[in-house]
C-alpha cells in the first residue's frame, strides 16, 4: 500500500492504517530527533508528539509540500519550542 493510501484511511479512523504508518517511518522520525537533539528520552518524546500531530494533521495540506518535508517540519517546531510543563 503506498504512503499516499495510508494517510487517506489513517484520516478516516483506521487504526490499522496508523500502525502501518508508524512502523514504517518510527525508527526513521526518532534518529532524526536523537540527532537533533542529543538526548534520548527527549527524542522518544519528540518522535510520539510527532505521530499525535500526525493523526490531527488534515490531509489537504500535504497538496503544496511532500509528507516528509512536513513531518521534518513538525520535528522542527517541537525541538524548537520551549519545553512545556
Known amino acids: 500500500m503506498t504512503d499516499k493510501e495510508l494517510v487517506q484511511k489513517v484520516h478516516n479512523g483506521n487504526q490499522e492504517a496508523l500502525g502501518d504508518i508508524i512502523e514504517r517511518y518510527y525508527e526513521d522520525i526518532f534518529r532524526f530527533c536523537l540527532y ?20 490531527k494533521y488534515k490531509p489537504t495540506a500535504t ?6 518535508t512536513v513531518v521534518y517540519f513538525v520535528i522542527l517546531d517541537f525541538i524548537t519550542l520551549p519545553p512545556h510543563k
Do not use: H, N
Not at 537533539?37 to 522518544?44: D, G, L, S, T
Not at 497538496?63 to 516528509?68: C, G, L, V
Open 36 to 55: 537533533m537533539v542529543r538526548e534520548e528520552e527527549e527524542a522518544y518524546d519528540i518522535t510520539q508528539e510527532t505521530f499525535l500531530k500526525f493523526i
Open 63 to 68: 497538496k503544496t509540500k511532500p509528507k516528509t
